[in-house]
Structures are given as structure tokens and as C-alpha cells.
């Protein structure tokens, strides 16, 4: 009786997984045609920076670069100590289409990156806004284009691909399947109408969708959210709007280690506990289910038949095979699939460690 009622729950997780990689296809899809285009609008490009010399000296002329025709940069140096400064103001005397907000260090506001990018948003010229960060670069001249295309008088908010450099560590894939598997909920809750994260360093909005929900004043405090928070509280299933087209996408540095990786996913998924109720209970429902799947396969191999259990698992993982290899294929990372059964083992053990440790003890740097 209790082996028929285990290996039950092991089907019905089986068919959870199937049914969450078969959603996650759905961004994939060409989107609907969305009347009401707003034309080639005048854009801001807010850019982050904190202590960021040579990643400054990197990429800003790749977004200077940029062949929109009508386009600002505002860069935001957050009190850095370094030659920040000095770097933005030497591209500022040559480029007369760059603005430097410099922010100062305040008791209420110390080391606070949503306050500095508020201070950018108002200084902005343009409605239409733009954000990345001085570690990011665009990877094509047609980055602003593609993403302010998506732009319609409906659609105020917009999501972009955010990948990372390739390198050759296990650690690196570990972070770039992450990566992906990250923009197949992001791009698929969107396109299914139910947003609730977003790549902050490949992200745009209109500067009166950001004021409507006062900015970030509902999670000022968190350290991190400028994406997923915002999106949170100001995307819904009528203003969304996402891009998947190569030009528009972001590449980023690596995390240089694995400690600091782990560290900042082990932060990151703390935010979930601010996210809506049904967004929590999906992806702990995923993870659960995932989880569950690969314990109760091994236990049920010694007691049921081999066939039974191979033939559920060989369903499950043709279609992960299927939607992660058309989703890499699409997101410029088919590396990726080569080494999928240990990445996703790999990634399964670090969620469910971050899951007990969080339960332990707040990640450090946690507010």
C-alpha cells in the first residue's frame, strides 16, 4: 500500500516537471502582434557603476557606440572610491549625449543602489529608460533598437536577456545554466501573462510607470529587487512586453569564484520570500517537485519495476532535453546541453543546500 502511494507521488511529480518544461517552451513562441507601436522613441540609458574603472573603460563605448538615433546616457556613479569619476568625465567631454549623476553617501541611504538609481530616473531627459550596469555590455550596435521596439503605448515595461561570458570552468556553466533556466521563468510567466522577475542589467521601463508605484519605496531597504521588486509591483499582464532577439542581448562578467556565486544566488533567492504568494508556491512547487523526483526514482528502483521508473524518467527527460536544447539554441548558449544532466544535478544539490541554510541563518548583507 505505501509503496503504491510513493510510487504515485513519483508519477505526479514526473508529470509537474513535464508540465513546467512544456510552459517554460511557451516563450518561444512568436508573440502577438501588438498594434499601437510607439515609433523610434528618444531613450535614456541609465548605467550603474560603484567602484567600476576598467569595466567602465570596457563597455561604456560599446553603448556610446550605439546607432539609435536618439539616445542619452545617464551614468550613475554611487560613491565610488576609485577613478570612477574621473573615467566619466573624460568620456563626458567627448560624447555630449552623457550625463553623470554623482551620488553622495547619506545615513538613510548608505551604499544604496535603488536610491542612486532613483536620483538617475529623475535626472533622465527621456521618458523611455534603458538600465544596465558598467559590468554589462551590449553585444551588438543594435541593442537600444531592439529593445525600445517593444515599446508600444500599452506596453511600458521590458524584459532582456542577460548572459554570461563564457569560460572554461564547471563553475562558469553552473552560472550560465542558472542563467537560463532563470530567463525561461522570466520569459515564459511574461509571455503567459503572470511577470514577476526580470535581468536588472537588460531592463527597460517609462519613467511614469517607475513614479506610479513611487519607485522602490515598498522595498527601499533590501539591498537587492531593483528587478524583480519593481517588476513586482508594476508589471501586470497588459504593460509587459519582452525581447529574445540576439541584438538585444546583454553579456556580463562572471562572478570570479564560486563562493561569490553561491553568495549572491543564496541572496538573490531570499527575495522570493517578497515576491506574490503564487509566484512563491510555483517555484518552491518546482524545486519540490524536481527534487522529489530524482529521491523517490533511486528508492523506487529497488522495489518496483525498472522499466516502469525508466520509462517516467526517460518522459521527463526527453522533454527537458527538448525545450532546454531549443531554449539554449535561441538564448546563444547550445554549450549548455552538452552538460545538462550534471548541471542539472549540480544546480539541484546548491538550491537545496541554499534552501537549508537560509532556513538557518539570513545570508550575509542581508537588510
Given at each position: ?13 514526473t ?33 550603474y ?38 573615467i566619466?568625465k ?11 549623476v ?8 548608505w551604499?544604496?543602489?535603488?536610491y ?7 535626472a ?52 550560465r ?16 501573462a ?103 526514482a ?7 519495476p ?8 526517460l ?8 525545450v ?44
Amino acid at each position: 500500500m505505501i509503496l503504491t502511494v510513493v510510487f504515485y507521488f513519483f508519477v505526479a511529480c514526473t508529470g509537474i516537471q513535464i508540465i513546467y518544461y512544456l510552459s517554460f517552451s511557451s516563450f518561444l513562441f512568436k508573440q502577438k502582434k501588438r498594434n499601437q507601436k510607439t515609433g523610434s522613441i528618444p531613450v535614456s540609458v541609465i548605467l550603474y557603476a560603484k567602484n567600476s574603472t576598467a569595466e567602465l573603460q570596457e563597455n561604456l563605448p560599446l553603448v556610446i557606440a550605439q546607432t539609435y538615433p536618439i539616445f542619452e546616457i545617464v551614468l550613475i556613479d554611487n560613491a565610488s572610491s576609485d577613478d570612477t569619476s574621473e573615467i566619466m568625465k573624460a568620456f563626458q567631454e567627448k560624447n555630449e549625449n552623457i550625463k553623470i549623476v554623482a551620488v553622495k553617501n547619506t545615513e538613510a541611504f548608505w551604499n544604496n543602489k535603488k536610491y542612486a538609481l532613483t536620483l538617475g530616473i529623475k535626472a533622465a531627459t527621456y521618458d523611455h529608460l534603458l538600465f544596465t550596469d558598467a559590468n554589462s555590455k551590449p553585444i551588438s550596435k543594435n541593442w537600444i533598437g531592439e529593445m525600445s521596439a517593444m515599446f508600444t503605448v500599452k506596453r511600458t515595461i521590458v524584459l532582456g536577456y542577460e548572459k554570461f561570458k563564457s569560460e572554461k570552468t564547471f563553475t562558469n556553466l553552473l552560472i550560465r545554466f542558472y542563467s537560463l533556466l532563470k530567463a525561461l521563468k522570466c520569459f515564459s510567466f511574461a509571455k503567459t501573462a503572470t511577470p514577476f522577475m526580470a535581468f536588472g542589467n537588460n531592463l527597460a521601463y517609462t519613467k511614469s510607470e517607475f513614479f506610479k508605484v513611487n519607485g522602490f519605496i515598498n522595498h527601499i531597504k533590501i539591498i537587492y529587487g531593483e528587478d524583480d521588486l519593481f517588476i513586482r509591483d508594476a508589471a501586470s499582464k497588459k504593460n509587459i512586453a519582452f525581447s529574445i532577439s540576439e541584438d538585444s542581448f546583454i553579456e556580463t562578467e562572471p562572478h570570479k569564484s564560486f563562493k561569490e556565486w553561491f553568495q549572491y544566488v543564496r541572496i538573490t533567492n531570499s527575495l522570493r520570500v517578497h515576491y506574490k504568494f503564487k509566484h512563491r508556491f510555483l517555484l518552491s512547487l518546482f524545486i519540490f517537485s524536481k527534487t522529489f523526483l530524482y529521491v523517490l526514482a533511486i528508492v523506487l528502483f529497488f522495489f518496483y519495476p525498472a522499466e516502469i521508473i525508466g520509462f517516467c524518467l526517460l518522459a521527463y527527460v526527453l522533454v527537458q532535453y527538448l525545450v532546454i536544447g531549443f531554449s539554449a539554441k535561441k538564448l546563444k548558449e547550445s554549450q549548455l546541453i552538452f552538460f545538462l544532466p550534471f548541471l542539472e544535478i549540480g544546480l539541484l544539490l546548491i538550491q537545496i543546500s541554499i534552501f537549508s541554510a537560509n532556513l538557518i541563518s539570513k545570508p550575509n548583507h542581508w537588510k
